[in-house]
């Protein structure tokens, strides 16, 4: 037990109690680093305030044997504070208090506080002292410090806090042992004393004089320059993001190449081995044409992964905060709201739960009626099978353009969206102020961002190898079994057995496709992509898979993505003319910018909101402004002469 802890009170708890350590700490303090440092737990980590919006547990073995359960909780500015108990402090709050109140084991309070700004965090190590539980203080950051040729008096932060204080380093090594060693000096401190913030900070890490400033803070100044500019700064993100849609055709092409190339390869061995028969086309056109034609966008989905994740963990996500916070304030919304609406292009459902950094109920309410219409990775499959369905001969530079409009038609249509439900349904009230610190620019760990690609691609053949093949399945009995079977008349020769192509015009899902024609024919629809609508609505990468397995019956043939935007583009009607054109394929896409087609969404909406009023809204209206947007958008195409 430190000297600080003498005069401590001991907490009652009894023996063999486990022990249940809980982090605790203000936003970008490197608290959910530390977390995965110590736990080799999977928490998301990133460079930006209010990352982490759930409660994480992790199971961890200690020195002497025993075993704790280490807690990561929401980042906290203040506990003193009137928030939304839906918002991170008040998830945090709910946790302490009902911590506070077990019994049955040991709870340790780890305050996780960055040593290179260590006054704002001593703020709150008041208010955790005062919950009179043990404490212990983790000061992270021990690696930027090092590099500036600076040290922490540990033993003057000790006296001063009244509590065990470990130094570490939340990037790299992490020196787990001196955690270790500090929660074994836990102590409930002393009295609370007022100490002064400031005159601590300065004794326990004396400032820099002014002949040696620090090298990352004149780096982080001479970049905001530029990319904080309010010229420059927008200019700057826009082409970044423009950059970015490009690389993924130029980059992920020739790796979707070369998985089209193994999916064809497994096609074949599987006609050699089943033939053509029911089983071998229910493999080749069942499965095949349909998980395995979504599987070659993943790279498109890991390379946008790896880059939303570098601009997170470098810091420029922050900025990106600032620089759109006035447009979102014309919107109803708020700086706070950018994160979850950026998370929202990887996937809508932890960006809904992220909404819960949002401290304005009102403000978040918006937010989470809006987010469906931000352009998520889901979509992505089906707009480069569009694109490159009826663009062909567009170049990547074109094709990247267009992906770009396709992601700020969703941001102004969630603008819009958010204008008006903040004026006609949720109620005014006065805005809290946009606060948010800018941490310096730091290189992206490499590690980190490896492992969330890696959890991205699991996740996503994971909805390929479970939902996505079993609703492929599905749709191929449904494309094969006839809904009226042909009787043949009197004394008529045996009728020759119908084609594939045949069999599949008159099936229960051409029937229910062709009965919505009336409503989709205005905006340039056929029964296949009704059929490849209905089917997206549980999962948005279902609109490929359908139509894989549509046109991969239709066309006998393995369902790669070129033959399959070959054969939409050669899809003709009765009269021998091209069912599908650019002005359908620009009218589906606007459709898909705004439909709400992801049934995780809608229940993540009703998770959060603890009502079905909300998602229900939020599927109304999502469909109304998609239908409009497609129709509005498939004659103004045929007006202008695009075919």
Known sequence: MSAACHDAVATPVAPGAPLKVL??????????????????????????????????????????????????????????????????????????????????????????IDSTNLMVGLTLTRQLRALGMPFVLLATQRDVLDAEGRRLDVKALEAGVGAPVAYVSARGSARVSDVFE?????????????????????????????????????????????????????????????????????????????VEGLLSLIARGVTRALGEGALGSFINDGVLGGAGTVVQFLPQIL???????????????????????????LAGLGGRSFMPMLMGHACAVPAIAATRTIRDPRERLLTLLVL????????????????????????AWGKGLLFLALYLFGLVGAGLASFVIGRVLVKRRRSLPFVLELPPYRLPQVPQVARVAWQSGVR????????????????????????????????????????????????????????????????????????????????????????????????????????LSQSMRETKNAAGLPIYGAASGLALMAF????????????????????WKWPAFVLGYSYALAYVAAFVTFHVARALGVS
């Open 23 to 112: 982090l605790i700490g203000r936003p970008n303090s490197g608290k959910s680093s530390l977390f995965n440092a110590l736990t080799g737990g999977r928490a998301h980590v990133g460079n930006y305030p209010g990352i982490t919006v759930d409660v994480l547990e992790a199971d961890v073995p200690l020195p002497d044997g025993s075993r704790a359960v280490f807690v990561d909780l929401p980042g906290v500015y203040s506990l003193n504070v009137d928030v939304d108990p839906q918002s991170d402090e008040g998830v945090c709050r709910a946790y302490l208090d009902k911590a506070r109140a077990e019994t049955g084991s040991r709870v340790i309070v780890a305050q996780v």
């Open 182 to 258: 500090s929660l074994a000096r836990a102590c409930v401190p002393p009295a609370p004393e007022d100490f002064d913030a400031r005159a601590l900070a300065d004794a326990a890490l004396p400032k820099r004089g002014a002949a040696s400033p620090l090298r990352l803070h004149q780096t982080t100044q001479r970049l905001d320059r530029w990319l904080m500019h309010p010229v420059l700064g927008p200019l700057v993100f826009v082409f970044s993001m423009g950059s970015l849609f490009t690389a993924l055709f130029m980059v992920a092409d020739p790796a979707s190449i070369a």
């Open 303 to 329: 390379l946008l992964t790896v880059a939303l994740e570098l601009i997170e963990a470098s810091g420029y996500l922050a900025r990106c905060a600032f620089l759109v916070e006035r447009l979102l304030r």
């Open 372 to 395: 469906p219409l931000t352009t998520c990775s889901a979509r992505i499959p089906a707009y480069a099978l569009l694109i490159s369905a009826f663009f062909p001969g567009m170049a």
């Open 460 to 563: 996503f053949l994971r909805d390929v190898g479970t939902t996505i093949v079993a609703v492929s399945a599905v749709l191929w009995v449904l494309l094969s079994l006839p809904t009226l079977p042909g009787k043949p008349a009197s004394g008529a020769e045996p009728a020759r057995p119908a084609s594939r192509t045949e069999v599949m015009n008159q099936s229960v899902a051409a029937h229910v496709g062709r009965a919505l024609e009336p409503l989709t024919a205005p905006l340039g629809f056929d029964w296949r992509i009704n059929v490849g609508l209905i089917g997206s609505f549980g999962a948005r990468e279902l609109m490929v898979s359908t139509m894989g397995v549509i046109f991969g019956i239709e066309g006998d043939s393995e369902a790669d993505v070129a033959r």
């Open 592 to 611: 898909f910018v705004f439909a709400c087609q992801c049934m995780s969404t809608v229940s993540a909406l009703r998770r959060e909101t603890r009502s």
